[in-house]
């Protein structure tokens, strides 16, 4: 399975109250993919702009593909931690995490990788975490080699 990200998004903390937002784009599959979008306004202080390069996660069982391969409509837990770059070369460590009710019981899935060689800024006060929905893009959105960076 591959999976390549993108994240946008600013925020600050003033005298204990904060304003952020942040969208997220990412693209899972291999050698066909689909892609996901969602937007939030949780855990940011700072500015971040990261695409990632296409990731290969190895074989990671069917049941774990499957359910990470089509994330539309599906609530997702995301942190991730950039280095501190500018334009080329940023180094990005990603956790994504699934939550299901399966038989009364919550359970919990995650998939982690490291992308290196990373397009865009990033000047954050550490991790970014945040929740979201995700939903599914276009169709002619989903080619994960298509940059969205200039």
Known sequence: MQVKIFFAGEGLTYSGFGLSFAGFKIWTGGPEFMG???ATNQALVGASIV????VDLGDIGQDR???FRNLHGKVVFVKIEPSTFVQDGGIVSVKLSVKEQVGGTLQEDSIEFIAENCRGISATGGAIEFSMELL???QDEWDPNASILP
């Open 36 to 38: 996901f979008t969602g």
């Open 136 to 138: 599914q893009l276009p």
């Open 51 to 54: 695409e990632s390069p296409v």
């Open 65 to 67: 593909e499957n359910r």
